[in-house]
């Protein structure tokens, strides 16, 4: 009797693990997982503390299906130069606008059609979008919209620029100029 109790417990347990973890690798492919931001070119609003103390974002991927982004973002891509790795950082600039940049080989461009402009808060400590140039919105992988870990830096992640940074002139201001 127990033997047959404890065999009933089993295959409830294996049922339920061959259900848990095709849910669980679907969620975590097509909706949301947790991701580790080392490194300082996000400082100063992530990983204030340096190497010492790295915070863990929640990592939106439902946001990003359609590709669509806003200025201020902070998302994870698919790194231009290493495509095992995926890098974190905030969205400058999107197709259409001019931007100036900060050391790539064009002093200004417009960003191509299907592409955004990535950069780290850390100027000069950062591999992005002045390292490689524009993005494709092919590489997106993640919308970060929480912190999540250390527990005293829980907050939702708001969308904002440096006020030094973004584009010069959108394509959309530029459409709305040649209305007048």
């Known amino acids: 009797m127990a033997q047959q109790a404890g065999r009933r417990y ?3 347990f294996v049922g339920g693990f061959f259900v848990a973890v095709p849910v669980t690798v679907t969620v975590l492919d097509r909706v949301a997982y947790v991701a580790r931001v080392e490194g300082t070119s996000m400082q100063p609003f992530l990983n204030p503390e340096g190497v010492s103390a790295c915070d863990v974002v929640l990592l939106n991927r439902w946001r990003v299906r359609n590709y669509e ?8 891509v698919v790194s231009p130069k290493n495509p095992q790795q995926k890098i974190i950082k905030r969205v400058v600039a999107l197709e259409g606008d001019f931007i100036r940049t900060l050391g790539y080989k064009n002093r200004y461009l417009r960003i191509p059609e299907g592409h ?3 950069e780290g808060d850390h100027h000069g400590h950062s591999l992005d979008s002045n390292s490689f140039g524009p993005v494709s919105v092919g590489l997106l992988h993640g919308h970060a919209s929480h912190i999540i870990w250390p527990p005293n830096r829980w ?22 100029e040649e209305e007048f």
């Not at 907050?155 to 709305?176: F, N, T, V």
């Open 116 to 118: 955004l402009w990535i």
């Open 10 to 12: 089993l295959r409830a």
């Open 69 to 76: 982004v806003h200025r201020g973002d902070i998302v994870s």
């Open 155 to 176: 907050q939702r992640i708001q969308r904002s620029l440096p006020e030094d940074r973004g584009p010069l002139l959108s394509s959309h201001a530029a459409e709305e």
